[in-house]
């Protein structure tokens, strides 16, 4: 096609999808006819659960999109949208809703680039962690809402200051040597969560999420971890910082936010809402130091990677510019979610082809370890390159591998390990299970073509 005919195609695109996409703020009972109606649409590539409710006893929905919904296929990476975690920021509610639709069209147009991503990728979108919040915010007169009404949930509490503050641990474990992935939980901290919160922390250690991304309102950047300050200051400490906390993944998590940034139609031109960001981006504790948050958990306590999107000035922007918001969102959406396969993936068994659950996965000069999951498959997000791999697991002798990782998807790095006779056998956290060479090579045939198709 020619450079003079494709601005046109894309125009006529544009068109299309916004024509078939309903473009207004959804109380709850929308927001969960919505969700029905995508599944009605598409019932074969999706699948709606619950993880819970609210304190007032909302269903804390979520729509998941996958060519076997409601089963992990050993090597398909697991991801997860989060919206409106703050009831009174309400964009990424919207966005996602938007996208599950968009997803839904696609797939049933045959957009190449769509389909493959939801074959390759188990895809769960969460619109609301926070619906009693959202009816408090929707409740108000749009021009004077207060800017923090609705903010908390129906207990008053703000849900991204209320999961198990792991950094302090993290911190001291740098010094003094201790775990640095997956580290427990305190032993009280059921009794100091909400249920909202407790209920995504139940969902986050069913799932093995490798990426994720939550979204938020009242700035423009792509916020990466950690939140937390590795010192804080008690006595006039000031919200706004300039002293970065960054994690053994720095570089990976800069190139995170990046991606999401440089694909919005303009976060990265800073300055935005009256704030300047380098590249549309910022290290948590660098903006301002935030203890107890979502993003900084997920790294601490599980496999997942997750960066907080802040997007939009307004957190209740007015109905008339969703659609707006919806095209300057919609390729970083998908963008994104893209970025879930890179680094090295794989299966770690034993010497009868049985996945080995629990195993550690560390990565030479990167000091952050991730696990294999219930079935023995891992994913470690790294950067292009060439990586020393050491897998382990208790009742086994470790095994190390070197790989190089390219730009254009994950490696598939095996590792089978030799029971160790002195110390015998693990005991295993799942059923054992086979990687059968039919599901390995279902998701290698997507990933070896070339990555074509329409652009969004």
């Not at 129906?154 to 993290?170: E, K, Q, S, V």
């Not at 907080?308 to 957190?315: A, H, I, R, V």
């Not at 160790?420 to 070896?448: C, F, H």
């Amino acid at each position: 096609m020619s450079q003079l005919l494709w601005p046109l195609v894309k125009f006529l695109l544009l068109i299309e999808v916004a024509a078939s996409v309903n473009f207004f703020h959804h109380r709850y009972e929308q927001l969960v006819q919505a969700l029905f109606n995508v599944h009605n649409e598409c019932p074969d590539i999706t699948r709606i659960y619950t993880i819970g409710r609210s304190v007032q006893g909302r269903h804390l929905y979520v729509l998941e999109f996958s060519d076997n919904p409601g089963i992990h296929e050993p090597l398909e990476p697991e991801f997860k949208y989060v919206g409106n975690m703050h009831g009174n920021e309400v964009l990424g509610r919207e966005l996602l809703l938007q996208l599950s639709e968009f997803l839904c069209e696609e797939y049933r147009q045959r957009n190449e680039r769509i389909t493959r991503l939801i074959w390759d990728t188990r895809i769960h979108i969460l619109p609301s962690m926070n619906p009693d919040g959202y009816e408090v915010a929707a409740n108000q007169d749009p021009d004077a809402i207060g800017y923090l009404t609705g903010r908390n949930n129906a207990n008053g509490i703000d849900l991204n200051r209320n999961f198990p503050d792991l950094n302090t641990f993290m911190y001291y474990n740098e010094k003094n040597g201790g775990p640095n992935h997956h580290i427990p939980l305190p032993a009280n901290w059921k009794s100091q969560v909400e249920p909202e919160t407790l209920a995504v922390i139940h969902w986050m250690s069913r799932y093995n999420f490798v990426l994720s991304a939550n979204l938020h309102g009242g700035a423009l950047v792509a916020n990466y971890p950690y939140d937390k300050a590795q010192e804080q200051r008690s006595r006039g400490y000031q919200r706004k910082s300039s002293t970065p906390s960054p994690t053994p993944d720095d570089k990976l998590f800069r190139k995170l936010a990046k991606a999401y940034s440089y694909a919005h139609h303009s976060m990265h031109q800073s300055p935005t809402c009256g704030e300047q960001f380098a590249d549309g981006i910022t290290n948590g504790a660098s903006w301002y130091s935030l203890s107890k948050g979502m993003q900084d958990f997920n790294y601490l306590y599980t496999n997942c990677f997750e960066i907080t999107l802040e997007l939009s000035c307004d957190k209740f922007p007015p109905q008339k510019d969703l659609e707006k918001e919806w095209l300057a969102n919609r390729e970083a959406l998908i963008t994104y979610l893209e970025e879930v396969h890179q680094g090295i993936k794989g299966l770690v068994s034993d010497e009868n082809n049985n996945g080995i659950a629990g195993a550690v996965i560390s990565v030479s000069g990167i000091g952050h370890d991730v696990t294999s999951g219930d079935q023995g498959d891992y994913f470690r997000l790294l950067l292009p390159g060439t990586y020393t791999i050491t897998v382990s697991a208790d009742g086994y002798r470790p095994q190390t591998a070197t790989a190089t990782v390219g730009p254009a998807g994950p490696s598939l790095v095996h590792f089978q390990l030799k029971q160790d006779t002195i110390k015998g056998p693990m005991e295993k956290k799942a059923p054992a299970t086979s990687l059968s060479s039919k599901a390995l090579q279902k998701k290698v045939v997507w990933r070896n073509q070339p990555r074509t198709g329409r652009v969004l």
